[in-house]
């Protein structure tokens, strides 16, 4: 059903997001046992609390406060802070790798016109947009 196979897309992504930080952590010498299902849980905690922490863009800050919270005891402060900066680094490179062929290819396919749609007076529609600014209703 589309229901599971969505869920299955959404659990592969929370697992490459906790790959990329098992990966910097091995890195930083964090070689022990478990140390894939701690960095995935991390993350994926880490992502959470981020979300949760409205009043900052993108979580910033609590995010890698939370990932130091529970990475420094297997990698050390030093190290579970320079992972929760590289994390933050690499996925803003890759939103804008994702990002920029999505406006190119916006842009290349917003300059078609769009067919009409039936049903639909397009002339209604240009007077309700243009004249919501000035308070005066079309």
Known sequence: SAMLA???????????FGLQAWLL????????????????????LAWVVGFLVVFVPA????REAT?????????????ALAL????RVLMIVGDFVVVGPAVLSARVHGRRSAPARPGVDEGALDVLTTDVGDGVAG
Not at 59 to 62: L, N, V, W
Not at 67 to 77: I, W
Not at 84 to 87: C, D, E, G, R, V
Request: one cysteine or more.
């Open 67 to 79: 990932l130091v919270l529970l990475l420094g005891p297997t990698l050390g402060s030093g190290n």
């Open 84 to 87: 929760a900066l590289m994390s």
């Open 6 to 16: 969505s869920a299955a897309w959404g659990f592969l992504q929370w697992f490459c």
């Open 25 to 44: 952590a091995r890195d930083l010498g964090g070689g022990k046992d478990g140390l894939l299902l701690l960095s995935v849980g991390a993350f994926a």
């Open 59 to 62: 979580g910033a800050g609590a």
